[in-house]
């Protein structure tokens, strides 16, 4: 009987440390995640059958979903790490931020003030703005 139960893992959850920076295991397994399940939703997109007839979106683009992931990233850290209600308000206050900035300038004085929120709000509130407003 004990061949049956599976022993805790004994290894070092920490792959490569340099300094005060660790890479962990676990956070290889989130990147390779994210990417695997970004690639399989391409492939969907592309395919026929899931559309019933000619997929709208046929051609391969380089940048192909990359752009939008510094404003999610953006909106989490603004929004609270967690916290879904803050992240959908942020990720709201962000696009409001960066459309009138863009009304009035180039698109990337828009980002630049976006990543100077972010920055804000790391210095003055880490855990985010609305962290601690749900439950």
């Not at 009987?1 to 290894?11: E, H």
Request: hydrophobic share 55%.
């Amino acid at each position: 009987m004990p061949y049956l139960v599976l022993k805790f893992p004994d290894f070092d959850p920490v792959l490569v440390q340099i300094g005060p920076f660790a890479i962990r295991w676990y956070a290889l397994a989130y990147i390779g995640g994210i990417v695997i399940g970004w690639l399989y939703a391409k492939a969907i997109v592309r395919r026929e059958s899931v559309w019933g007839g000619a997929a709208p979106i046929t051609t391969v683009d380089f940048h192909g979903g990359v752009d939008i992931l510094p404003f999610c990233f953006m909106a989490v850290i603004i929004g609270g790490l967690g916290n879904l209600p803050g992240t959908a308000a942020a990720a709201v206050l962000l696009a409001f931020l960066e459309g009138i900035i863009q009304s009035a300038a180039d698109p990337t004085v828009a980002r630049i003030a976006s990543l100077v929120l972010m920055s804000a709000v790391l210095l003055l509130r880490p855990q985010g703005l609305f962290k601690g407003l749900t439950r």
